[in-house]
């Protein structure tokens, strides 16, 4: 790798890690960076995943405080977390390069549009829990949390807005909750993926060695100093780079 190659990988992972401990959507830049200095797209996104999975399982420690307030949705959500991140891994696996790459710039901008969703998710579940308390569709939210950890293992990116969608099925509406037992569940489907990638042979492992650091570096930044971004600035970037980067690949791909 070129000097420029290794900074663009720390800067993109640093930011990434960043942006998870504040507003979620890391994958966004990391994943594009990848592509960017000619890494093969599904080694690209199995090294974006295993890259990152340090800095997901720390945002679990960061909500350790909510976990006994979550504990009887655990053993719900836990086996079909861990059922459909092994599924959606095994899925990359099998996926050429040719027809993941054919794939890239529609899940770009699926994550980016999942991202653009967070804000009017959040204010849904604020009106929801003012409002009457309404049975939980527990069966129904485990279906679908089992839809969204296959994406995650395949891809990934915008999983934590899907599945906050999947805990408002459920009645809850504490957000502190939502996001230590959303937390959890994300790890857990990116630690699966990240085994399945590792044991097939999948990840470049220079990179992930440099986009690791960054990664730590990110998250503990975002961490401390979340409080001092304004976040709608940080949302308003990201999405204007999840956009850009879309624009791009379908550019590239149908041009």
Request: aromatic share 12%; proline share 4%; glycine share 12%.
């Amino acid at each position: 790798m070129t000097v420029t190659e290794i900074l663009s990988l720390l800067f993109a992972a640093a930011a990434a890690g960043a942006i998870n401990a504040v507003a979620g959507g890391g994958t966004i830049l990391t994943f594009p960076t990848l592509l960017a200095i000619g890494t093969p797209a599904v080694v690209a996104n199995a090294t974006s995943t295993v890259a990152l999975v340090f800095g997901t399982s720390g945002s679990v420690y960061g909500f350790r405080r909510h976990i006994p307030s979550i504990r009887e949705w655990l053993w719900r959500f836990i086996p079909v977390s861990l059922l459909g991140g092994l599924i959606g891994s095994w899925l990359l696996t099998i996926t050429g390069n040719e027809i993941f790459s054919r794939l890239v710039p529609f899940l770009i901008l699926f994550a980016t549009l999942l991202f653009l969703a967070q804000g009017i998710v959040s204010r849904l579940i604020r009106r929801s829990s003012a409002g009457p308390q309404r049975e939980p569709l527990v069966w129904p939210a485990v279906l679908f949390q089992f839809l969204v950890a296959i994406y995650g293992g395949f891809f990934g990116a915008g999983i934590g807005i899907l599945m906050l969608a999947t805990l408002g099925f459920i009645g809850l509406s504490d957000i502190h909750q939502m996001n230590a037992l959303k937390n959890i569940l994300g790890s857990l489907i990116n630690v699966v993926a990240a085994v399945m990638f590792i044991c097939r042979g999948m990840v470049d492992w220079p990179k992930v060695g440099i986009m690791t650091l960054g990664a730590v570096a990110g998250y503990y930044l975002g961490s401390h100093y979340s409080q001092k971004i304004p976040q709608v600035w940080v949302r308003r970037i990201v999405l204007a780079i999840g956009f850009g980067i879309s624009a791009i690949t379908f550019y590239r791909r149908f041009a």
